[in-house]
């Protein structure tokens, strides 16, 4: 069974810092990009970060110089560092596992996280 697991969604005023994590089991972890993407309400789900299997990111415009995407293929885990956090930040954050295998997408989802930050 494949589980994506996230955590670390806080309220937090505008201008801090948050850390978000996503724990996998059940995937050979290195094998997959991840990325996290974040639905606001109202709004549709948009990719924010994302990192290789090899390591390179990439950021939307929103976030970047803010946000930092990261991994750990040891703890099978990928983070999410946000600073500089505005009120616009707030949405629900998913973690979210991509391979493409014999010409074949395979993604997993977890189940978001909640982020709220206050003016």
């Known amino acids: 069974q494949v589980l994506l697991v996230e955590s670390g969604g806080d309220l937090v005023q505008a201008g801090g810092s948050l850390r978000l994590s996503c724990a996998a089991s059940?995937?050979?972890?290195?094998?997959?990009?991840m990325a996290w993407y974040r639905q606001a309400p109202g709004k549709q789900r948009e990719l924010i970060a994302s990192i290789t299997n090899g390591g390179s990111t990439n950021y939307a415009d929103s976030v970047k110089g803010r946000f930092s995407i990261s991994r750990d293929n040891a703890k099978n885990t990928v983070y999410l560092q946000m600073d500089s956090l505005k009120p616009e930040d707030t949405a629900i954050y998913y973690c979210?596992?991509?391979?493409?295998?014999?010409?074949?997408?395979?993604?997993?989802w977890g189940q978001g996280t909640q982020v709220t930050v206050s003016s």
């Open positions: 059940g995937i050979t972890f290195s094998l997959y990009a």
């Open positions: 979210n596992a991509d391979r493409v295998r014999i010409s074949t997408r395979i993604q997993y």
